[in-house]
Each structure stands twice: as C-alpha cells, then as structure tokens.
C-alpha cells in the first residue's frame, strides 16, 4: 500500500511536469506537420537550428490525415501543445475564422517579408494581417508533347480557343489531346477549372476584393468556360476522363496516351522526369493557356503559421524565418525533389538552378513566372470555401458526364453557393 | 436457529462472482470503445456544434428538421438503398453458391478452398485502388484485352449506373467470402442423412435443395444479409477512392455525405445527425431480423 501511494506520487509529479513553468534558459519549440519533400528536408536540418540558436526543436512530420486529427485535438482542446503549425492556404480561413491562428503581422521581419514571392506572400494575407509565412507555392502548368507538334507543325497554344482548335489535329486512335481533372472536389476539379473560368473573365463572387460576397458563378463568361472544360474532356480526353484525378491524368501523360496536360507542378515535374516518364524527353512545359482575360495559373501554397495558444511564440517565430531562409530553402532544394519554393532569391542560385535545370531547362522559370501571373485568391480565401468547392466541383462533373446541361450546372452551384453563404 | 435459511456461500458462489469479475473488462471495452463514442454521438446530433463557428449551446432538433428538407440526404439515401440492396443481394448470392460448390470438393483439392477467401483479407482502400484501375480505360488490362479484338469496354465510371455497378462490383468482389464462410459453417451443421432420406424418397437434386437445404439455412442466410446489410451502410472507401461521390452526387451515399458535411463543411453536428439516423436504421432493421429469425427457427 505505501508502495502503491508513492508510486502514485511520482507519477503525478511527472504528469504535472509538462505544466510546470518553463525555464527561460532552456527554450523550445514544438513543430507540427505533415509530409512532403520541404519538411522532410526541414527535419533533416534541425540541428542546424538547434546549434544556431540554442532552441530545441521537437518537430513532428506526420501522415496528412493523422495531422488533421492532431490539429483538431490541439485546437479544440486549447491544450497549446503547438508551437509551429503546417497550414495549407485552403486551410487557413477556416482556423483564422475559429480564432486558431495568431497574427504574425508584428513578429516577422521586413528583410524576412521582402524576399518571398508576392503571389505566396498574399494568400496569408487576411484583413490585413499576415496568417502565415509561405514554404511551398504549387502552380499550374502545361505540359505538351514536342515531337506531336513539331510532326504536325503547329505552335504551342497560348489560350484555350487555340487548344480547341488544335486538339483535333494532334488526336488519333492511339491518343487523345488532353487530360484534365474532373472528379468533383475542391482540390480536385475545382483546382484546374478556375484557370478556365478567370482566363475568360469569370469569377466565384461579385466583387471579391472588395468585400462584396454575392454569388456570381451563373455568369455567361463561366458558362463559356465550363463549355470549353467539357468539350475539351469529352471530345478531345481519353476514355473515361469524365473520372479523371491528378493520378489518371499522370498515368496518361507517363504513358503517352495524351499530348497535353494541364495540371499542377507536383504532376509536371514527373512528367517531365525520365526516371518517372517513358516520353520525359520529349515533354516540353509551358504556362497555362489564357483567353480573353489573361491567364490566371492555379496555385495551391503550403506555409507555416503560430496558432493562437501556442506556448512558444518567439522560439516559433524564429524558427519560421529561419526555416523560410533562403540558405535553408536552398539546402532543402538541393537535397530533395523541392522545385516549389518560394524563396525568391532561391531562383537565382546557380546550383539550384543547375540541378532543376537537368529535369528540365524551362522548369524554374517557367514556374516562377506563372507565379508571378498568380493570384493569392485564385481559389477564394474564404472559410466557406471548401463546401463552395465541393457544391461547385459536383456541378461541374455533373455537366462533364452529361448529368446536367452546362446552364444547369451553374444554376445549380449558383443556388448552393447561396445557401452555403446563408444568403 | 431454526426458521429462515440463508443463502449457504458455497465454491458456486465463489465460482459466479468470479464470473461475473471476469466480465469487467468486456464491459470496460465496450463501454470505453461504443457506449461512450455513442453518447457522444448522440450529444452531438442534437447539438448546434460548428467546427469552426463552435456552438451556441442550442440543443434541439433542429438538425433532424433540416435533415427532412436536405434534397442532397435523400438522394444519398436512394443511392445507398441501390449500393446496399444490389451490393448485399451478390454478395449472399454468390457467397452461397460458391459455398455450396465448394462443399462437393472433397480430398487434397480441400486446401484450394483457402483462395476463396483470399479477397476478404485485402484492405478495402487497396482493393478500391485495385478496381479504379480496372475500370479505367487508359489503365485497365480488360480495355486493353478488348481492344485486341477491336471491341470498346465502355467507361462505367462516368455513367450514374455505371459507376453504382463498378462500386458494386467492388464490394462484391472483397466481401462475397464472408457470406461464403457462414454458409459454409451452416451447412456442415446439416446432417448429411437428410439429403440421403430425401433422394432414397425420389427427390431430386434441385427438390433437396430447395424444400430441405435452404428451409435449414435459412437463419444463417438471414443472418449473413443482416450484417451485410449493416456493414453496406458503412460505405466509404470504395466511393472516396474510386468516384468521389461522382459523376455529379450520382454515387454519394449517404455515410459519404456525412463526410463530407462533418469534414469538408465543418458542420459537426449536423454529421452526427446523419450518422445517428443510420444507426437507429440499423437498429430498427437488426430487431425486425432477430424477430424473423426467432419465427423462422422455430
């Protein structure tokens, strides 16, 4: 029995110990996020940190869905577990809206701000503030078959009109002229449609920089885009594209049963990797085709954000720019498969540029340019904005696989916009 | 002395209590891993609870009153009425022939048995993956056996129905064997001197089977349906990795709308509505089941 109580004693002394104040010499940071090729880097790289500053880092890179359920328990639960939190752009509405996230506005550095790509940079710009620091800015390109158009003796297309028009002249039994994304989902379909429906002057909302949130989706401009995405899908995809993911469409491409793809730069690199694609040689990559409006590439952004009850704000603080360094994106871009940086100052650094430039000469800077075209709000930067795209993305692959007219597409989005607005 | 006798604290006593101890720990298990999430659950589906708007303390039915006017429920309800009654109706059809094949194989060829069940022990995602594949023109091999003949496999997964039935398939394909293994136990509890009666009496093969074979199976027929059945309401990996509720919400059952509203729209309460009314579906059915087999059996 005494043996029992004082066991309980010490075990309650150790549980009580994560409560206990922290010393002020003895400084950490606790960062939090999910797997891809940047932060597999950055974890390799965390002693660096730890010598530099003293500060030490306990960082946890983990599966996307077991980081969904942590952030949720840390957030919800206010246990302030958090220091640094993974926040992707399509995310970060949300936790502003639920009060998850803190400014950091105040905290970062100009000469930090100042060397971040503009694009990026804007997506974490909410009311003003700035929500989060940018690591990974993904974008929209094209891929094209060389040796198709050279054979046919036509010019890469820079608007979609010039894709349609051409689509049947690079088409044959044993390949079709392109492969989109269909399937209904806000990171899915609704992550290429939208560079149809803003080259054609098309928008979600009445006047979004503005503040005015009406529903605007039953626009003739996107009426003429959603009918080019189907057209394109339906007569110049392959079989079955009216299911078509980013995986089919790779598929696709890496077989060489399409000569062109317009996808995200996470596909293209592998597209245009030999290692990866039997026809890598022959793929050239291009910005994504515009229309009357101009282009508007898609961008998908990864960053880093401190959430509102995290313990350690100055260490995380640190810890963010350090991370967002241009000598630490470089180390990361020369270690791993990371071209999506958005560094600016990155680009110019000749070994990056020599080892991306083996991939493919045109990949850096064709990729920063489109990032240049960007918007932040390619996809609205609102908290709705996840059940939009899903309403939305359902209406448009309705209208790809012939469920619905194009005109009752939007309508229908048009309708569920309003009731997910509350309008 | 005399007069009122107590209870004699006898080794059964001792025995019963230690049963009853040893109990403790199911109770424990179930009561931490289902009464508690249900209460919970429960809690939720009458709560106003946003993810990220959080709550107004508004307890009510509010979220069943919606559930009444949701156009989009009751199409997932009509699309898992088509998954569940095709999907189940296969599985215990199949199942059970394949049962009742196998049971004629006797000697060494017994052991090949074992490749029946080989597509129950896959992972539902994996097989999902496995079946997006073959369903897809560019990268299925039956599309590119056909084409050797000139012949065009159509896409089912761009077809409303076409996408129900490669769903179906799916789900036929991974959960058939589970049918097949309660078939299989029923019947070597049927004595083979009844089928032997029935053919000295003049029956056919097909008259056995119908009048005396299927009458005795008939509760582990019932019984396989019932957790087919349960287990059909459940769907979700097949839908999220092959269609994503497409073409349009044509495959949208109704646990993957619960997703989609708990997750994708934040409105964990209204999720929790959903899934509660497809438990109390489940339970309501299950009863009426039970009472079934209760009539059946005796």
Redesign the interface.
């Known amino acids: 029995m005494k043996h029992l109580l004082s066991k309980a004693l010490v075990t309650s002394f150790a549980l009580a110990a994560p409560f206990a104040p922290t010393v002020a010499q003895a400084q950490e940071v606790n960062v939090l996020m999910f797997g891809m090729p940047f932060t597999n880097g950055l974890l390799e790289l965390t002693d660096e940190f730890e010598a530099e500053t003293g500060i030490t880092v306990n960082m946890d890179v983990v599966g996307q869905d077991v980081f969904e359920s942590r952030i949720t328990l840390s957030f919800t639960g206010g246990t302030g577990d958090i220091d640094v939190v993974h926040t992707p752009v399509i995310q970060v509405q949300k936790w502003i809206q639920a009060g998850w996230l803190q400014p950091m506005t105040d905290l970062v550095s100009e000469e930090t701000t100042s060397d971040i790509l503009a694009g990026p940079l804007g997506a974490y710009n909410v009311n003003g503030d700035q929500w989060a620091l940018p690591f990974f800015a993904g974008v929209g390109l094209m891929s094209y078959r060389k040796d198709v158009l050279e054979e046919a003796g036509l010019a890469v297309p820079e608007t979609w009109a010039e894709l349609l028009e051409i689509a049947p002249q690079v088409q044959n039994d044993e390949r079709a002229a392109i492969a989109l994304r269909a399937v209904p989902g806000q990171g899915f379909n609704m992550f290429i449609f939208p560079m149809v429906m803003r080259a054609y002057g098309g928008t979600f909302f009445a006047d979004y920089e503005n503040g005015d949130l009406t529903p605007a989706i039953n626009s003739p401009e996107n009426l003429e885009a959603l009918k080019i995405y189907v057209e394109l899908i339906n007569e110049y995809g392959p079989p079955g594209a009216g299911n078509f993911n980013f995986a089919e469409v790779n598929a696709a491409g890496q077989n060489g049963q399409i000569v062109f793809a317009v996808e995200g730069t996470g596909i293209i690199s592998q597209l245009v990797d030999p290692d990866k694609s039997r026809f890598a040689d022959v793929t050239g990559i291009a910005l994504p085709p515009g229309g009357p409006n101009g282009r508007s590439p898609a961008i998908g952004v990864h960053g880093m954000g401190i959430p509102a009850d995290a313990t350690n704000v100055d260490a995380a603080t640190q810890f963010i720019e350090w991370a967002v360094s241009a000598e630490t994106v470089a180390k990361i871009a020369m270690a791993q498969s990371f071209p999506d940086f958005t560094t600016a100052s990155v680009a110019d650094n000749p070994e990056v540029i020599a080892k991306y430039a083996a991939i493919h000469p045109d990949f850096l800077a064709t990729r920063v340019e489109a990032l240049d075209l960007a918007i932040g709000h390619y996809r609205p930067l609102v908290p709705e904005w996840p059940t939009l795209g899903q309403a939305i993305g359902e209406a448009v692959n309705a209208a790809i696989n012939g469920l619905m007219t194009p005109e009752e597409a939007l309508e229908q989005a048009e309708a569920d916009m309003r009731d997910i607005m509350g309008q | 002395m005399t007069g009122q006798t107590r209870p004699r604290r006898g080794a059964t006593y001792e025995l019963q209590r230690g049963y009853r101890l040893m109990i403790v720990p199911a109770l424990l298990a179930v009561g931490i891993f289902a009464i508690v999430p249900l209460a919970g659950m429960f809690g939720l589906a009458f709560s106003d609870y946003h993810?990220?708007?959080?709550t107004n303390w508004d307890f009510g039915f509010q979220n069943f009153a919606k559930m009444l006017s949701d156009k989009r429920l009751m199409n997932s309800i009509y699309v898992m009425a088509a998954l569940s009654f095709f999907g189940v109706a296969l599985q215990v059809i199949i199942g059970s022939a394949v049962a009742v094949g196998l049971q004629k194989i006797t000697g060494r060829w017994r052991v090949g048995r074992i490749l029946f069940l080989l597509p129950y022990a896959v992972p539902h995602v994996a097989v999902a993956l496995i079946w997006l594949s073959l369903?897809?023109?560019?990268?299925s091999p039956i599309?590119a056996f056909f084409d050797l003949f000139g012949l065009?496999v159509p896409?089912f997964?761009?077809?409303?129905w076409g996408?129900i039935f490669a769903i179906v398939m799916a789900d036929t394909w991974t959960n058939f064997p589970f049918a097949m293994l309660i078939i299989m136990a029923a019947l070597q509890g049927i004595s083979p001197d009844l089928e032997e009666a029935a053919a000295i009496d003049g029956a056919t093969r097909i008259r056995t089977f119908i009048y005396i074979t299927l009458p005795l199976l008939a509760p582990a027929l019932l019984m396989v349906t019932l957790f087919r059945f349960i287990d059909s309401l459940k769907h979700f990996p097949m839908i999220f990795v092959m269609?994503?509720?497409?073409?349009?919400?044509?495959t949208q059952a109704t646990n993957f709308y619960a997703y989609?509203q708990t997750?994708?729209?934040?409105n964990v309460a209204y999720g929790a509505a959903i899934a509660l009314m497809l438990f109390l579906m489940a339970a309501l059915i299950s009863y009426y089941v039970a009472k079934l087999n209760q009539r059946v059996t005796s």
């Open positions: 993810l990220i708007r959080g369903f897809t023109p560019t990268l599309n065009t896409a997964l761009t077809s409303q996408a269609t994503k509720g497409g073409p349009g919400r044509s989609v997750f994708q729209n934040s």
